[in-house]
Structures are given as structure tokens and as C-alpha cells.
């Protein structure tokens, strides 16, 4: 848990060096596959034969020493990326503070308001969920329900037609433009010394990307902990977020703009139905 006294400069702080240390996490994990090719094998090819012994045409003392450290770095990984968002909130719980006060009380018609939209939220997930099942019944579930969650997330950021027209008479206009702001502000601030590694250079309808909410012409900053990699960086850090949430960081234009994208197979090719170019 954050302190309470901790300053919003040491917050952010905090979810910066958080953000190395995943960074130098991943680059070891990649490291260490790439270290296991050229021994000839990858994480789960058997070393021994078929008479139980040895394999002798392998390194085996080395792969085993080279795959635990593979495992202990993804558990170190994983560990890190939940304090970063716990982090992150914190921070951004901070610079809400210092911009506004935070009203404690509110009037029964707010809170009946509030109630049911949860409870719109709640079915408009679970009508996602379904959707993505019965367009792809392979699809693991708990995966699909993420999307879910993020896909309605997205549509209701948007604050427009459909569904999110629902969020958008419960709360003031004021109220939605001063978030979008901070978000701005926040993302400006975190991520704004970063340069581009990746262009968005098309993505296609159905796709994990489109449902993140990925555009063409966006610009990567950011693709998890990742800042800059090349083809085959890039490729195992999706093979090894596969199925998982990854955050992406994008300069669209001049706004910076934060997605979450789960690698994944869809109907199309890939995990993650777009094209990306170095910049």
C-alpha cells in the first residue's frame, strides 16, 4: 500500500522505476528464450531420451539453469506488473486530489443513478461476453470475458452513441471533460519523453487490436513494459502476454492515448490483427 504522506513527484516516481524494472524483467525473459534457441530447444522440449536417459546431443545442464531462471524472471514479472497498477492508482488518486475536492455525500437520486449503472455496465458485459463466444467458440473464456470488460471500458470512454449514451446522462458534461483532461495530463506527463518505436500502419475489423481501441496511424510508444524492440523482441513479448492484458501507449496526433490489448487467436491471422512498421 501506498503512503499516505507520499508526495504525487514520489508517486510518480515510484511508477516510473516500476516501469524499468518490468522493462529490465522482460529484456532478461527475452534474453534467456533467445539463449535457449541457440542451444536448440525451447521452454518445454523434453532432455532426455527415449531410454530415460540424458539427451547428449544438448547442453541439458545449461537449458535447465537457463529455464528456471526463465521461470523465476516471469513470476518476478508478474509480481511487478500488479504493483505498477497498484502504483499507478495511487498516483493518479494523488493528482485527483490536488486538482479537485472530492465530494463525500451525495443525494439518494445519485446514488439510485449509480446503482443502475452498474447494473447496465453488468449486462452490457455479459451481452459481450456471449457475443465474442458465439463468433468464436475456441476462445478461452476467462480471456474473452477481459475483452469484454475492456471493449465496454473503451465504448463508454468514448462517450457517444449506444451504449455509452447511457454513461453519458448520468454524469455531467463538465464531469467527463475535466477526467479526460486529467487522463491527458497524467499520460503526458508519465509517458511524454518516450519516442515512437512502432506505426500503426493498418488494423482490421474482428481483431484484438480493434477492440483495444488501436487505430491506424497511431504511433507505439509503450507495448508493455517494452520501449523499444526489434520483430523478434516484439514477437515474444506478444507470444508471452498471450492471453493476458498488455498495456499500450500511443501518440494519436498530438494526444497520448493508453490501451489495453490482449494478444490472442481470433479469426483472422496472428494474435494480434494489425500491422505494425518500425518507425
Known sequence: ?????MSAEQAKLRVQN???????????IVSGRQGLRKLGVGMKEALVDK?????????????????????????????VSTEIEEAMLGYHKHLKAAASTVQTTQSSTSEKRK??????VKKEILEEH???MRGNPKMDRAAALQMAIESVKAAR???GNGRTGVEGAERSGEEEKREENEEKKDLASLYG????????QKVWDGSPSKRAGLRADDLILKF??????????????VMHSRNTKVEVIVLRGQEYKKVILIPMKWAGQGLLGCYLTPV
Do not use: M
Open 130 to 132: 456471449e457475443r465474442l
Open 157 to 159: 470512454r468514448k462517450g
Open 51 to 79: 531410454q530415460g536417459f540424458p539427451r547428449a546431443d544438448v547442453d541439458v545442464h545449461t537449458i535447465r539453469i537457463l529455464r528456471n531462471k526463465i521461470i523465476r524472471l516471469q513470476t518476478d514479472f508478474q509480481l
Open 18 to 28: 516500476l516501469l524499468k524494472k518490468r522493462e529490465d524483467l522482460e529484456n532478461e
Open 1 to 5: 500500500n501506498l503512503d499516505r504522506n
Open 193 to 200: 519523453h518516450l519516442k515512437p518505436f512502432l506505426n500503426v
Open 115 to 120: 446503482t443502475q449503472l452498474r447494473k447496465n
Open 224 to 237: 508493455g513494459s517494452v520501449v523499444q524492440a526489434s520483430q523478434q523482441g516484439l514477437k515474444e513479448l
